[in-house]
Nanobody, 120 residues
Framework: QVQLVESGGGLVQPGGSLRLSCVAS????????MGWYRQAPGKQRELVAV???????NYEDSVKGRFTISRDSAKNTVYLQMNNLKPEDTAVYYC??????????????WGQGTQVTVSS
């Protein structure tokens, strides 16, 4: 069994910062990538940032220069440092990961989500 658990969401004023964390636990052989999606009310879920096992990183255009994704392989953890937050960043943020539980068995997993609200 594999589980992803997010933390770090909350209410922040425009220009403020938050740091999200996601921990993968359970039977894990290897992790191909870990990343973050977000979904605002009435909008499609979108990719925010992703980091691969080889440290290749991709960001959604609107967060470039403001958000930083990083990982700690020893802890099976991915982080999203969010600076200079804007009201349009308000959404539920979901952790997503592609994980091999054993050789040849690869699946995508999702966390339950954490709410980020940016408002004055």
């Amino acid at each position: 069994q594999v589980q992803l658990v997010e933390s770090g969401g909350g209410l922040v004023q425009p220009g403020g910062s938050l740091r999200l964390s996601c921990v993968a636990s359970g039977s894990i052989r290897s992790i191909y990538y870990m990343g973050w999606y977000r979904q605002a009310p009435g909008k499609q879920r979108e990719l925010v940032a992703v980091i691969s096992s080889g440290d290749s990183i991709n960001y959604e255009d609107s967060v470039k220069g403001r958000f930083t994704i990083s990982r700690d392989s020893a802890k099976n953890t991915v982080y999203l440092q969010m600076n200079n937050l804007k009201p349009e960043d308000t959404a539920v943020y979901y952790c997503n990961s592609r994980i091999a539980r054993r050789l040849g068995q690869v699946n995508d997993y999702w966390g339950q989500g954490t709410q980020v609200t940016v408002s004055s």
